[in-house]
């Protein structure tokens, strides 16, 4: 199994700036890709960034230009910087993690990190 944490959520201005991490830790696992999702209420739970394990990352187009996601393959560790956050990035934050575990390739999911943007 893989159990995945998040940290860094909060409250932010808009404008500011604000980093998640999330943390992936278990036993005889190896990482793919890694994926932050968000889901603000009353919407569909949404892809908002991608990183592959040779590093190639892909965004939504509605934080490209201001998020930034990267992954530390060592510590086994993904973020998601989030520069001049917007109120309608206010949401829910899930770390995403596509791993191979004594040889079956599954999806595993954080608890959510909250975010909320606003002044």
């Known amino acids: 199994q893989v159990q995945l944490v998040e940290s860094g959520g909060g409250l932010v201005q808009p404008g500011g700036s604000l980093r998640l991490s999330c943390a992936a830790s278990g036993s005889s696992f190896s990482i793919y890709t890694m994926n932050w999702y968000r889901q603000a209420p009353g919407k569909q739970r949404e892809l908002v960034a991608t990183?592959?394990?040779?590093?190639?990352?892909n965004y939504a187009d509605s934080v490209k230009g201001r998020f930034t996601i990267s992954r530390d393959n060592a510590e086994k560790t993904v973020y998601l910087q989030m520069n001049s956050p917007k109120p309608e990035d206010t949401a829910v934050y899930y770390c995403?993690?596509?791993?191979?575990?004594?040889?079956?390739?599954?999806?595993?999911w954080g608890q959510g990190t909250q975010v909320t943007v606003s002044s």
């Open positions: 995403n993690a596509v791993a191979m575990v004594f040889g079956i390739l599954r999806d595993y």
């Open positions: 990183i592959t394990g040779g590093g190639t990352t």
